[in-house]
């Protein structure tokens, strides 16, 4: 769920069903639901296979409007009255739309998909922080700390702090000194060999 | 109301899709009804069922077409800004959803790295750690170590400004300035800050843990490393660094760590 706006984040509410009195929650709100009534009008559209056509005014008279296929011939549709005619190129514009519409759906559930995985990773690692709080002193928040034991955890991290810098620069030293001359001497090695098995 | 995920593919079964079809028409056609209330808005929808034409409207047939004259009225400019069709409404949510999807990333993974410093802290091996995570784990400490620092001197001068100039050198014992490590970064320590700085702020970013401004940016990470390399890096000269044999397979502090 997406928090907008984290100041006037009330959270979920019964919604009665009159006109919104405050502005600014009458604006977030047509955002939102107008998002989220085109959600299920692209959903409906696909799982169902019907042809759908939504108009919304702003708040400020902004003309929004979702189609599937698409708003205009929805609007002709009705108004006409008449069956469309399905000729063979209709029909063949339709099928290349629809692939078009399915591939983008098979990667929208892959993304959301993706995004569950990284949420409930985030919602173990919270767990974890949560307990770790509870077992060890040390990682507590810094201002629940006593400054003697503040002052400890600053030593350790500091040597800590020494220790993963010394790893980084030993690994790099001997990243660097495992180029160029053995590499070159265990080609030509090798390089040798099918020659010698050859000759026998 | 079941909280299934649901397949964003055309539903084959016959009987399903049908069911499927009443459900969501009715709950669309609710949820126009209740955007147009609850924002005092105008707004139509207009669904054809594939062997129906007569097709299912809000409000009415007569208020549909109140508001359709009503949107052809409408400049065609101002129409095709927020004109909307499944290709291009399914692309603008899976940019969405690919930026939700790299912030909960980045999240994660300062949280990973906070909780892999504690863990190293008392005494988990450096070893099996890459160049990246090496990376990322000393810029978080760094972060830590700063909100501490800043969080010390805050208290600092607090203790200062109650108390008054007598136990200025009390309030110095509490919290002495960190040795002049050769690359930690030098806050202010030992200089008043000023006195009026909020303390607020100061709890505030020291109470998150790991910074709340930092972030695991290309650059920073980057510059980490580069501080790690200029000529204050020594090794085997300092009588404080470690041999380079040991590093972290022990502990280097007393067991008060330890539970």
Redesign the interface.
């Known amino acids: 769920m997406?928090k907008m706006i984290k100041k006037s984040c009330i959270g979920r509410q019964k919604?009665v069903?009159?006109?919104?009195p405050k502005k600014n929650h009458?604006q977030v709100?047509?955002s939102k639901?107008?998002t989220?009534?085109?959600?299920?009008?692209?959903?409906?559209?696909?799982?169902?296979?019907?042809?759908?056509?939504?108009?919304?005014?702003?708040?400020a008279n902004?003309?929004?409007?979702?189609?599937?296929?698409?708003?205009e011939s929805?609007?002709d549709?009705?108004?006409s009255r008449n069956?469309q005619h399905d000729s063979g190129v209709n029909r063949l514009i339709e099928a290349h739309?629809n692939a078009?519409?399915?591939e983008?759906?098979?990667?929208?559930?892959q993304?959301?998909n993706?995004?569950e995985v990284?949420?409930k990773?985030?919602e173990s690692?919270?767990k974890?922080?949560k307990a770790?709080r509870k077992?060890?002193w040390?990682?507590s928040?810094?201002?629940e700390l006593g400054?003697c034991e503040?002052?400890?955890?600053?030593?350790?991290?500091?040597?800590?702090?020494?220790?993963?810098?010394?790893?980084?620069?030993?690994?790099?030293l001997v990243e660097s000194t495992n180029t160029s001359p053995f590499f070159k001497v265990n080609a030509y090695e090798n390089e040798t060999k099918p020659n010698d098995q050859i000759r026998l | 109301m079941t909280r299934r995920k649901v397949k964003l593919c055309y539903i084959a079964d016959d009987s399903k899709r049908k069911v499927s079809l009443k459900k969501r028409k009715k709950g669309l056609l609710k949820k126009v009804s209740e955007l147009s209330t609850l924002c005092g808005i105008d707004a139509c929808a207009i669904v054809y069922s594939p062997f129906n034409n007569q097709p299912d409207v809000w409000p009415s047939h007569n208020g549909v077409q109140r508001i359709v004259s009503q949107y052809k009225r409408m400049p065609e400019m101002e129409k095709s800004k927020w004109k909307m069709d499944q290709d291009s409404f399914l692309r603008q949510r899976i940019m969405k959803s690919n930026d939700q999807l790299l912030k909960q990333r980045k999240d994660n993974r300062e949280k990973e790295m906070t909780d892999l410093m504690f863990q190293t802290l008392v005494g988990r091996s450096l070893d099996p750690f890459d160049m990246m995570d090496l990376n990322d784990l000393g810029w978080t400490i760094e972060q830590y170590l700063n909100d501490i620092y800043k969080y010390q001197s805050d208290t600092n001068n607090m203790m200062a400004m109650v108390a008054g100039s007598s136990s200025s050198s009390a309030a110095a014992l509490l919290a002495p300035p960190p040795p002049p490590a050769a690359q930690a970064p030098t806050p202010d320590h030992g200089v008043m800050r000023n006195v009026g700085e909020s303390y607020q702020g100061a709890a505030a970013a020291a109470a998150t843990g790991s910074s709340s401004t930092g972030r695991f940016d290309q650059m920073d990470t980057q510059q980490w490393i580069m501080n790690l390399m200029s000529p204050q890096a020594s090794f085997g000269g300092d009588d404080m660094m470690l041999p380079i044999g040991d590093t972290c397979h022990t502990p280097l502090w007393p067991n008060n760590f330890l539970p």
């Open positions: 997406e919604n069903l009159v006109k919104i009458l709100t047509f639901r107008r989220g009534l085109f959600k299920k009008a692209s959903e409906l559209a696909t799982l169902c296979g019907v042809e759908i056509g939504i108009i919304v005014f702003s708040p902004k003309a929004f409007s979702f189609g599937h296929p698409d708003v929805i609007i549709r009705f108004l069956p739309r078009n519409i399915h983008l759906n098979m990667e929208l559930t993304v959301l993706q995004l990284e949420r990773r985030g690692l919270d974890m922080k770790g077992q060890c040390w990682e928040p810094i201002t400054s503040l002052e400890q955890l600053r030593m350790a991290l500091e040597e800590l702090k020494k220790n993963v810098a010394e790893q980084a620069t030993t690994r790099i």
